[in-house]
Structure formats: structure tokens, C-alpha cells
């Protein structure tokens, strides 16, 4: 990595996660369960990213706009607190920080309510060359396609290597940026579903097809049975490889697992480690974070994460069929 910093594009949200002992009906009240609904837990997938890198010591930093309200809310002292570079942060006036509300019912069924706010296409800011200077990795997560495509276009004109975090989301991902991207990033994260739709979308026998020069690296997640990895060799060659899951008892809360194995995979990644030691950090760092309500409650520092990892090396094992 050319630089030291890690730089993260996506949205920002204060998360109410709220628990219903029934479907949700027009017409019908729903009885909330959880007496942790009117807690703000602060997300958005760049935000975890950043912030699980900065508390594992590799210097990080997200691109995002707040509300004047992000002082008021320990927005800004929750990232200052963990390290987490807050320069390239916009505060727009008189608008609330974006916020979410995560409603789930007994059967785990979702329905996502999402207030953009500052992160709205509208209040677009163009950004300075001078915020890519000693950036070493962009990360793209799901952001306005206006931002992403700013930041991206940004990040190949430094000569600066781009790690995508797909998601299905058409809106931020229209089907031409979205093979723009699939072609151009140097590493891309996928789970199962998402891995389906790029193979289906573009008709591709494998989505090991995209590798290139300019694509090195394939991962995707499969839940409880763990994940993989596809890697182009200098040859024209491919490696590939999987891993299992690290074994946690307690999962409370699954929001932002998919986050946290990108930060150990890409933890990893920064620090020169092999494929599958990348994916195990991955794994590992995950587990944290399932034992707990919110994406960045239970985010370890470096010296937990190596030490949970070498307390399981022995059971991690390959990717369960």
C-alpha cells in the first residue's frame, strides 16, 4: 500500500434498531420488545469500516456530510475517541445527521426506514485533491451513486487501488457504474446472493471471470458456513482458497457483520498477510461484533482480535459445505 491511510465512501447513519413481536400491518399497532429502541447506535458501512481499522491502529478516515446536530448527538466525539481522522467531514447547516430505523419482527423479517439528510444527492460536495494525499486504499460502500463515482473516479486518478463492497442496491450501483466498478477494483467483497446476481446480471459463468490485471482479489462471505477467495496470479493463474467461521456462541445482533469482515480481511490486507490469514482476521473480527447490539459496540483493538484469533486458529478450519 502506497499510502497509510485508508479511505472510506458511504453513507453515514445514527441506527434505531427495533424489535416487534409481530409483523408490521397498515392499521395495526405493533408491540416493540426491545428496551434498547430508543437507543442511536452510529453506523453506515463506511463509518465501520473506518472505525474498526482506526481502533486496530491503521490510520482511517470516511468521506461524509452531518447535520450541525453531530457535536450534540457524541457523533463526532465517538469517532475522535476511536482515532478516526474526521477531515474529510463536511457538517451541513440546519440539517439532521442521516439516521435509519432497523425494524425487525419475530421471524427476523427486516423493513429498513432511512432519513438521507447531509448524505442526500442534493448536497453534493466536490472533493479536494488535497484529501487523497497519503491515501493508500479507497473503500467503497453504498453511497449516492453521484458521491461513489466522484470518489472512485478520484481514487484512479491518484493511482490509488479501490477495495468495493457490493450490494444489491440499484440505485446506488446503476448496471453501468456498477460494471465499471466489478472492473476496475482491486479487491471486491460479495456474500452468496450478491455474488449470483454479478454472474447473473452480466452472464458470467463464474464471477471469476472479471479477474484482470486490475482485479486481483474475489471474496465472498457464505454466513455460518464461512467464505472464500479467488486471487489472479501474476501468471494468468488463479488461487483460490476458503475458510470457516470463528465460533460465536451468542449472536445478538447480525447488522454489520459483513462490515467487520471487510475491516479484518482488509486489516489484513494493509499489514502484507496471506489470502487466508485476511479472510481468518475477517472471520475473527466478526465475531465480535455478532455478540452485540450495533455495528461498532463490540469492535476489538488489535492486541483482542489477534488473541481471539490465535485462541481458534486450530477450529477455523475451511468453508463447511
Known amino acids: ?37 430508543t437507543k442511536t447506535y452510529y453506523g453506515g458501512c463506511s463509518v465501520n469500516i473506518a472505525y474498526a481499522l482506526s481502533k486496530l491502529g491503521i490510520p482511517a478516515k470516511p468521506i461524509l456530510r452531518v447535520g450541525d446536530d453531530w457535536e ?9 475517541d476511536a482515532g478516526v481522522g474526521t477531515d474529510a467531514i463536511t457538517v451541513i447547516p440546519g440539517e439532521a445527521t442521516s439516521a ?10 427486516h423493513i429498513t426506514c432511512y432519513y438521507p439528510g447531509p448524505m442526500a444527492p442534493e448536497y453534493f460536495v466536490p472533493l479536494s485533491d488535497e484529501l487523497f494525499d497519503d491515501v493508500g486504499l479507497g473503500v467503497i460502500t453504498v ?38 466498478l466489478l472492473c476496475h477494483s482491486t479487491i471486491i467483497f460479495t456474500n452468496e446472493s450478491e455474488r449470483r446476481c454479478i454472474e447473473r446480471m452480466f452472464g458470467l459463468e463464474t464471477i471469476e471471470d472479471i479477474l484482470s490485471d486490475e482485479v486481483h482479489t474475489i471474496v465472498t462471505t457464505y454466513g455460518s458456513k464461512g467464505s472464500s477467495w479467488s486471487h489472479r ?3 494468468g493463474g488463479i488461487e483460490r482458497g476458503s475458510v470457516g467461521v470463528v465460533p460465536c456462541p451468542n449472536v445478538v445482533d447480525a447488522t454489520g457483520g459483513g462490515d ?3 475491516s479484518g480481511f482488509l486489516y489484513g490486507w494493509v499489514r502484507g498477510k496471506d489470502l487466508a490469514e485476511c479472510c481468518m482476521l475477517g472471520a475473527t473480527l466478526s465475531s465480535f461484533v455478532l455478540e452485540q447490539y450495533g455495528c461498532c459496540n463490540s469492535v476489538p483493538n488489535e492486541a483482542e482480535l489477534l488473541g481471539r484469533l490465535e485462541e481458534n486458529r ?8
Not at 491511510?5 to 420488545?33: C, F, N
Not at 450534540?72 to 475522535?80: A, K, M, P, T
Not at 435509519?100 to 423479517?109: F, N, R, T, V
Not at 486450530?314 to 459445505?321: K, Q, V
Open 143 to 180: 453511497a449516492s451513486q453521484r458521491d461513489n463515482e466522484e470518489f472512485f473516479e478520484k481514487c484512479k486518478s491518484h493511482g490509488i487501488p479501490v477495495a468495493f463492497g457490493m450490494k444489491a442496491d440499484e440505485t446506488a450501483f446503476p448496471t453501468e457504474f456498477l460494471k465499471k
Open 233 to 235: 496470479l501474476p501468471d
Open 100 to 109: 435509519s430505523y432497523l425494524i425487525q419482527d419475530a421471524d427476523g423479517q
Open 260 to 262: 467487520a469482515y471487510m
Open 1 to 37: 500500500m502506497g499510502g497509510r491511510v485508508v479511505l472510506t465512501s458511504g453513507y453515514v447513519s445514527m441506527d434505531h434498531m427495533i424489535e416487534i413481536s409481530t409483523p408490521a400491518r397498515v392499521g395495526y399497532t405493533s408491540i416493540i420488545t426491545n428496551s434498547t429502541c
Open 72 to 80: 450534540e448527538n457524541g457523533f463526532r466525539s465517538f469517532l475522535e
Open 314 to 321: 486450530g477450529e477455523i478450519g475451511r468453508m463447511r459445505d
